[in-house]
């Protein structure tokens, strides 16, 4: 679930709306949503910038528990009702943020304020993703956009004979074909990829009128376009932001090349030189993913040493989880006492249990560090598994219920490893939540917007065989040069392969939003990016009859992304920084800095600052330095880039 989707019309930032919607291949289930209707700003004219944000900070503190239960709701207990709370409340929340907003834009600079209340300020209009124009007609006609283009994503569905719905795939079926890179033939891999690419033809026209409306808006808020007001929310002047994404993008892609070439040159040992490659580029439909942003289904492909390392953790969850069932159902008397419902209930009460077992354990590594155990009520509040008798939102996501301590998480946990590395990286919004409470709402968000998704990932990074062999899931680990090469070949397939995806999508939209590309060249332009930086193309030409940037959901769904860049570079420098605080020396890759107080100490002390100041300072206070780096990446998969390297010798690499 992203909230962002359910506030559509004006979606703000996480500092207003404290719900991380995890992983950037966001959930896509429709919702529905209210007008807005903007009033001008209180007639209260007399109040300074300091009693406003000191007002708004206590409002929203007052107004958002409403927000966040009736969201519960509706995440968790699908259905009419649930859906009409939820949408009511969301609509009160945007009216008063639209208010606040229009008064924010009345101070000036100039204006006497603490220098809490500038910063207060400047977040409240650089946390609008969708800024909304003065005239309220126009804000109406960009909201019924959003939420059209945000229903035709949604909804959006391949049929083959649009008569007939039987013939038809959604999201999840297309997917499926491509995953299973081993079993579908290069001909239906081609068309799941190319029908979902049908879905987002007619948001061409829509789109285009949106990014205008959304320009009117940026400009309403005194900034260029929504290119210019996204890319100040970094506490530097928007063009050095783009700079310093280009200078990160440099450093790591070189072994993204490596990464590239080696994989192409599989798919064309697999599928040929005339069919695997397309001037040394990556057949966009080829790599197990939508969008090309994962490719962790190639691993039959591209494994390096076959079954070398594998660590089976989803078989040793799974008989965990038997151990407690079995043990119920004995207490019970045994199944051949048992009726079917009793042995039903059992089995629900064993999926929990063990559920919370996971849970714990991912606990267990924050607590480790020295951060305070989870309140009672998030082991009461939160959602661990899928209940059997209404329908949810599985999706993996964190919660922040109040700004006060009832925090929890909503998932639908299974027995697999799957399950038990995306609690460790959900706990990282739980933690964080936690850490910076005790801020002014307006402050309690990340320092910036890519260190939310950073946080619980530095920890999986932290989840070394060593890690899961301390905590029982694995036999003490056998190392080998094999075993090292296997693991960081899975990592990189996920970690690397994304890097340039989360590059270039906001690339492409800085400029649509600043007019650099023009609506005649939407499709033309993305491909070029997508060439440029990902060395992927489609192998037909994909005119301008088609809008394939509609067919990533945060494209209609207006979500920024180069967050999701930002994060995959931040993890690996939070990363090193903790493991030299622990006082670990050795290969980055084999560092885990579980149980160390230290790391722990500085890690919370980071968190704390949440949004408060300037995130090159919080950076600091945790790495010394001021800058994102990406030598950590280059340091962590030092063996993978050395053994492709090897590799590729003398192979074709590179692209036109
Ligand atoms: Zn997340």
Same mark, same amino acid.
């Given at each position: 679930?992203?909230?962002?989707?359910?506030?559509?019309?004006?979606?703000?930032?996480?500092?207003?709306?404290?719900?991380?919607?995890?992983?950037?291949?966001?959930?896509?289930?429709?919702?529905?949503?209210?007008? &807005? *209707?903007?009033?001008?700003?209180? =007639? #209260? !004219? /007399?109040?300074?910038? @300091?009693?406003? +944000?000191?007002?708004?900070?206590?409002?929203?503190?007052?107004?958002?528990?409403? &927000? *966040?239960?009736?969201?519960?709701? =509706? #995440? !968790? /207990?699908?259905?009419? @009702?649930?859906? +009409?709370?939820?949408?009511?409340?969301?609509?009160?929340?945007?009216?008063?943020?639209?208010?606040?907003?229009?008064?924010?834009?009345?101070?000036?600079?100039?204006?006497?304020?603490?220098?809490?209340?500038?910063?207060?300020?400047?977040?409240?209009?650089?946390?609008?993703?969708?800024?909304?124009?003065?005239?309220?007609?126009?804000?109406?006609?960009?909201?019924?956009?959003?939420?059209?283009?945000?229903?035709?994503?949604?909804?959006?569905?391949?049929?083959?004979?649009?008569?007939?719905?039987?013939?038809?795939?959604?999201?999840?079926?297309?997917?499926?074909?491509?995953?299973?890179?081993?079993?579908?033939?290069?001909?239906?891999?081609?068309?799941?990829?190319?029908?979902?690419?049908?879905?987002?033809?007619?948001?061409?026209?829509?789109?285009?009128?949106?990014?205008?409306?959304?320009?009117?808006?940026?400009?309403?808020?005194?900034?260029?376009?929504?290119?210019?007001?996204?890319?100040?929310?970094?506490?530097?002047?928007?063009?050095?932001?783009?700079?310093?994404?280009?200078?990160?993008?440099?450093?790591?892609?070189?072994?993204?090349?490596?990464?590239?070439?080696?994989?192409?040159?599989?798919?064309?040992?697999?599928?040929?030189?005339?069919?695997?490659?397309?001037?040394?580029?990556?057949?966009?439909?080829?790599?197990?993913?939508?969008?090309?942003?994962?490719?962790?289904?190639?691993?039959?492909?591209?494994?390096?040493?076959?079954?070398?390392?594998?660590?089976?953790?989803?078989?040793?969850?799974?008989?965990?989880?038997?151990?407690?069932?079995?043990?119920?159902?004995?207490?019970?008397?045994?199944?051949?006492?048992?009726?079917?419902?009793?042995?039903?209930?059992?089995?629900?009460?064993?999926?929990?249990?063990?559920?919370?077992?996971?849970?714990?354990?991912?606990?267990?590594?924050?607590?480790?560090?020295?951060?305070?155990?989870?309140?009672?009520?998030?082991?009461?509040?939160?959602?661990?598994?899928?209940?059997?008798?209404?329908?949810?939102?599985?999706?993996?996501?964190?919660?922040?219920?109040?700004?006060?301590?009832?925090?929890?998480?909503?998932?639908?946990?299974?027995?697999?490893?799957?399950?038990?590395?995306?609690?460790?990286?959900?706990?990282?919004?739980?933690?964080?939540?936690?850490?910076?409470?005790?801020?002014?709402?307006?402050?309690?968000?990340?320092?910036?917007?890519?260190?939310?998704?950073?946080?619980?990932?530095?920890?999986?990074?932290?989840?070394?065989?060593?890690?899961?062999?301390?905590?029982?899931?694995?036999?003490?680990?056998?190392?080998?040069?094999?075993?090292?090469?296997?693991?960081?070949?899975?990592?990189?397939?996920?970690?690397?392969?994304?890097?340039?995806?989360?590059?270039?999508?906001?690339?492409?939209?800085?400029?649509?939003?600043?007019?650099?590309?023009?609506?005649?060249?939407?499709?033309?332009?993305?491909?070029?990016?997508?060439?440029?930086?990902?060395?992927?193309?489609?192998?037909?030409?994909?005119?301008?009859?088609?809008?394939?940037?509609?067919?990533?959901?945060?494209?209609?769904?207006?979500?920024?992304?180069?967050?999701?860049?930002?994060?995959?570079?931040?993890?690996?420098?939070?990363?090193?920084?903790?493991?030299?605080?622990?006082?670990?020396?050795?290969?980055?890759?084999?560092?885990?800095?579980?149980?160390?107080?230290?790391?722990?100490?500085?890690?919370?002390?980071?968190?704390?600052?949440?949004?408060?100041?300037?995130?090159?300072?919080?950076?600091?206070?945790?790495?010394?330095?001021?800058?994102?780096?990406?030598?950590?990446?280059?340091?962590?998969?030092?063996?993978?880039?050395?053994?492709?390297?090897?590799?590729?010798?003398?192979?074709?690499?590179?692209?036109?």
């Amino acid at each position: 679930m992203n909230f962002n989707r359910a506030l559509l019309a004006l979606s703000i930032s996480a500092s207003l709306l404290s719900l991380s919607a995890c992983k950037q291949q966001a959930d896509v289930t429709a919702n529905p949503n209210a007008d &807005v *209707t903007t009033k001008t700003p209180a =007639a #209260s !004219t /007399n109040e300074t910038a @300091d009693q406003f +944000i000191e007002r708004v900070n206590n409002e929203i503190r007052a107004d958002y528990p409403e &927000v *966040t239960a009736a969201q519960w709701l =509706a #995440s !968790t /207990n699908i259905g009419g @009702d649930s859906e +009409i709370v939820s949408s009511k409340a969301n609509e009160r929340s945007l009216a008063k943020l639209s208010v606040y907003i229009a008064k924010a834009k009345t101070y000036k600079e100039t204006d006497p304020m603490t220098p809490e209340t500038k910063r207060a300020l400047q977040l409240l209009k650089l946390g609008v993703t969708l800024p909304p124009p003065n005239d309220p007609k126009q804000l109406a006609e960009l909201t019924q956009l959003a939420t059209k283009l945000d229903g035709m994503y949604g909804s959006g569905k391949y049929c083959t004979d649009p008569k007939d719905d039987k013939t038809c795939k959604d999201i999840g079926q297309l997917s499926k074909i491509l995953a299973d890179t081993d079993k579908s033939t290069y001909e239906q891999q081609l068309d799941a990829w190319n029908g979902w690419h049908t879905i987002s033809k007619p948001m061409r026209a829509p789109y285009q009128r949106f990014i205008e409306l959304s320009n009117i808006g940026a400009k309403d808020l005194g900034f260029a376009n929504t290119g210019d007001l996204w890319r100040g929310g970094y506490d530097m002047p928007a063009a050095d932001f783009q700079a310093e994404t280009d200078r990160l993008w440099g450093q790591v892609e070189p072994l993204y090349k490596q990464l590239q070439c080696y994989t192409k040159n599989k798919l064309v040992e697999k599928y040929g030189a005339d069919k695997g490659q397309i001037d040394g580029k990556i057949p966009a439909h080829l790599t197990g993913n939508l969008w090309q942003q994962d490719w962790g289904n190639l691993w039959p492909l591209v494994e390096p040493y076959k079954g070398v390392g594998s660590l089976d953790i989803n078989s040793v969850l799974q008989r965990q989880h038997d151990v407690i069932l079995n043990d119920m159902l004995k207490k019970q008397g045994g199944t051949a006492k048992l009726s079917a419902t009793e042995i039903a209930e059992i089995t629900r009460d064993a999926d929990l249990a063990h559920a919370k077992q996971m849970a714990k354990l991912a606990e267990g590594f924050y607590t480790g560090l020295g951060m305070p155990k989870l309140p009672d009520s998030f082991w009461n509040n939160a959602q661990f598994i899928k209940p059997r008798d209404r329908e949810v939102v599985c999706h993996a996501s964190a919660w922040d219920m109040n700004f006060a301590g009832d925090v929890r998480i909503k998932m639908c946990i299974t027995p697999t490893e799957d399950d038990l590395t995306t609690l460790y990286h959900e706990y990282g919004h739980v933690y964080y939540y936690l850490a910076y409470n005790k801020l002014p709402p307006i402050f309690q968000a990340g320092a910036n917007d890519g260190f939310h998704e950073a946080i619980g990932d530095t920890i999986v990074l932290s989840m070394t065989p060593d890690y899961l062999n301390s905590i029982g899931l694995v036999d003490k680990p056998v190392v080998s040069q094999e075993a090292v090469i296997n693991g960081q070949m899975r990592m990189a397939l996920a970690k690397v392969a994304f890097m340039p995806f989360g590059l270039m999508i906001d690339r492409w939209r800085w400029g649509v939003f600043d007019g650099s590309i023009k609506p005649e060249n939407y499709n033309k332009a993305w491909w070029e990016l997508k060439a440029k930086y990902q060395g992927v193309a489609p192998v037909t030409a994909r005119g301008e009859d088609n809008f394939d940037p509609g067919a990533k959901y945060h494209v209609p769904g207006n979500t920024p992304y180069t967050r999701y860049f930002l994060s995959h570079i931040l993890q690996f420098q939070f990363y090193k920084s903790l493991c030299d605080s622990s006082g670990y020396k050795g290969p980055l890759y084999q560092c885990s800095f579980a149980n160390n107080p230290e790391a722990g100490k500085r890690y919370w002390a980071m968190l704390e600052k949440g949004a408060s100041q300037p995130w090159p300072a919080t950076m600091k206070e945790l790495t010394g330095g001021e800058k994102m780096d990406g030598s950590a990446v280059l340091e962590y998969f030092a063996p993978l880039n050395t053994w492709l390297q090897e590799q590729n010798k003398g192979k074709q690499c590179g692209w036109k």
